[in-house]
T-cell receptor
Framework: SAVISQKPSRDICQRGTSLTIQCQVD?????MFWYRQQPGQSLTLIAT?????????ESGFVIDKFPISRPNLTFSTLTVSNMSPEDSSIYLC?????????FGSGTQLSVL | RKEVEQDPGPFNVPEGATVAFNCTYS??????FFWYRQDCRKEPKLLMS???SGNEDGRFTAQLNRASQYISLLIRDSKLSDSATYLC???????????FGQGTTLQVKP
């Protein structure tokens, strides 16, 4: 298994601002994943964060809106840029251990 | 059509009841299957993997039907603490992606 520390746990932000979410893992992992879960919806993969290279983004998500950093094998950040109310959601980081996903506790973002 | 479909519920059952959830998937090349549990305002947590031969973990039984492309989760002797949303998750080797269902909400009442 893996223990993932994610912060902040929640935030309320103004339109047009940016928020950076951090995830720290208790062991080295090759890939970290960033998901979004909108109210009443399933989890949607935003991007895969690879150490030493640019993140791989899924359809509908772009680097300018969701820049990701992965400076080492235990840490990653996701920034939600130029926020609008449509970005209000829960954001989750996760890691794959033996084909099983373990998640951070999530960041509940509300954009006013 | 969604790649992974679940009845969102909610399923309202009394304590002690047996309840079953189904999940269908569209990609016949899917290789691995999981059930996750998500409590309100919490992150998803792995409940159990689903194996071809079916598998059981205490009161929970998971089964896979590849021919019909569905998986199921059976909960026996429901407890109040079983109230949560149950997410069906499918891994497709040809896409390398985990696809989450919308989740099925279970409410166990005294």
């Amino acid at each position: 298994s893996a223990v993932i520390s994610q912060k902040p746990s929640r935030d309320i932000c103004q339109r047009g601002t940016s928020l950076t979410i951090q995830c720290q893992v208790d062991s080295q992992v090759t890939m970290m994943f960033w998901y979004r879960q909108q109210p009443g919806q399933s989890l949607t993969l935003i991007a895969t964060a690879n150490q030493g290279s640019e993140a791989t983004y899924e359809s509908g998500f772009v680097i300018d809106k969701f820049p990701i950093s992965r400076p080492n094998l235990t840490f990653s950040t996701l920034t939600v840029s130029n926020m609008s109310p449509e970005d209000s959601s829960i954001y989750l980081c996760s890691v794959d251990v033996d084909e099983k996903l373990f998640f951070g506790s999530g960041t509940q973002l509300s954009v006013l | 059509r969604k790649e992974v479909e679940q009845d969102p519920g909610p399923f309202n059952v009394p304590e002690g009841a047996t309840v079953a959830f189904n999940c269908t998937y569209s990609n016949s090349a899917s290789q691995s299957f999981f059930w996750y549990r998500q409590d309100c305002r919490k992150e998803p947590k792995l409940l159990m993997s689903v194996y071809s031969s079916g598998n059981e973990d205490g009161r929970f039984t998971a089964q896979l039907n590849r021919a019909s492309q569905y998986i199921s989760l059976l909960i026996r002797d429901s407890k109040l603490s079983d109230s949560a949303t149950y997410l069906c998750v499918v891994y497709s080797g040809n896409t390398g992606k985990l696809i989450f269902g919308q989740g099925t909400t279970l409410q166990v009442k005294p």
